[in-house]
């Protein structure tokens, strides 16, 4: 799991704790991740304990509760190592929800179904979009954190170009190309209703509702 180790890398300068651990990530991944739930990151930090990963130690504090205190052990070097040396890989596919989104407004064979879908996403990817580019402005002295704006930015201008696609593939030369696939899904549709139901008319009903 990718935050495990990023925790991993964040202790291997120092031992570190919680809410340390908290700020230094969000300090290094930038605005465009979002904050990182404490609870969260006790969690993993428990999972990494309890795999060997890291170690923990209790140190009091005078005034301020005690304080846990995680170190990166020798296996925890090594499983960061293997970590690095592999590729990332996309973790869900290329499984989106616009995508399905995209798919059931086509079956709907409707124009403005369709066109509306498309057009409240693209509003929404140039708000993010603009969002983006207000981060930018605080960040550049980070060049990490600024690389990762900039994959962000890339990301949802690759998405504002698959909604032009769809508009283009789907909607130009007056909707033909919706109005073929439409076309083509009826005659499985009308296969379905015209499938024989049950003697009783009630049944029958509920068979024509559905």
Do not use: C
């Amino acid at each position: 799991m990718a935050i495990q180790h990023a925790v991993l890398a964040l202790l291997t300068d120092r031992p570190s704790y919680g809410y340390e651990l908290k700020s230094a990530f969000e300090s290094s991944i930038g605005p465009q991740w979002g904050p990182l739930n404490i609870g969260h990151l006790y969690q993993v930090l428990d999972r990494l304990s309890r795999d060997g990963l890291v170690t923990s130690e209790r140190v009091t504090q005078n005034v301020k509760p005690d304080r846990v205190v995680y170190e990166l052990t020798e296996a925890g070097r090594v499983e960061l190592r293997r970590w690095l040396d592999e590729p990332a890989t996309r973790s869900g596919g290329f499984r989106d929800d616009f995508f399905l989104k995209v798919m059931a407004a086509a079956r709907t064979g409707d124009a403005l179904v369709l066109r509306h879908v498309l057009s409240r996403q693209r509003t929404y990817l140039l708000h993010e979009l603009r969002n983006l580019q207000n981060l930018r402005g605080g960040d550049d002295d980070n060049l990490v954190v600024a690389l990762l704006l900039t994959a962000a930015t890339r990301h949802v201008e690759a998405d504002l170009a698959f909604v032009g696609d769809a508009e283009e593939a789907l909607l130009d030369n007056g909707a033909a190309a919706l109005a073929a696939l439409r076309a083509r899904l009826r005659p499985a549709s009308a296969t379905v209703d015209a499938a024989p139901t049950s003697s009783d008319p009630e049944l029958a009903n509920i068979e024509g509702d559905r």
